[in-house]
């Protein structure tokens, strides 16, 4: 079945932006809603975005202007532009389905905000 592989985080000024990139395992995923998560120190992990399979998108109301989910099916991909970040998006963000496979939770990559 295999995991999802993150990439792309750093550390960022606040007001700086960072763009996060999933590998997905399998071909299969081109056809379900994917989605962006991210878990904070001390805190649960919490849906930022979702895509369909034809790329309508849903946003936390926390991110939303702020964040841009994308997705390119035949690279099996799934990415995150993140700009205007704060410091409250500091966490570690992973990808997965909207129905999550627990199993194919991959290591995140972590996005710190700090000036």
């Known amino acids: 079945q295999g995991q999802f592989v993150e990439s792309g985080g750093g550390l960022v000024q606040p007001g700086g932006s960072l763009r996060l990139s999933c590998a997905a395992p399998?071909?299969?995923?081109?056809?379900?809603?994917m989605a962006w998560y991210r878990q904070a120190p001390g805190k649960q992990r919490e849906l930022v975005a979702d895509?369909?399979?034809?790329?309508?998108?849903n946003y936390a109301e926390s991110v939303k202007g702020r964040f841009t989910i994308s997705r390119d099916n035949a690279k099996n991909m799934v990415y995150l532009q993140m700009n205007s970040l704060k410091p409250e998006d500091t966490a570690v963000y992973y990808c997965?389905?909207?129905?999550?496979?627990?199993?194919?939770w991959g290591q995140g990559t972590q996005v710190t905000v700090s000036s």
């Open positions: 895509i369909t399979g034809i790329s309508t998108t």
């Open positions: 399998g071909s299969a995923f081109r056809f379900v809603t």
């Open positions: 997965n389905f909207r129905a999550v496979v627990r199993s194919m």
